[in-house]
């Protein structure tokens, strides 16, 4: 389950430039999350999402990237 101060993976569904964006989970209540502003993961600045982007949200968690790199 999301918790607060999670790291969220943010990729546009059109991505045509494969963008990624990374940001935190900063509070959640009734089935709204709300996050931080996203960083863009190549450049590092502060990226503004017009109203009504579409993304896909990915949860980043270290333990389970530590599990599967342990594995190899």
Known sequence: MLTIGDTLILE???????EKYKCRLVEKSDGIIYIDYPINMKTNQTTFLVDGTQLKVFLFLA?????????F
Do not use: F, G, T, V
């Open 63 to 71: 333990i389970q990237l530590l599990c599967l790199i342990l594995r």
């Open 12 to 18: 546009p569904r059109d991505n045509e430039h494969s």
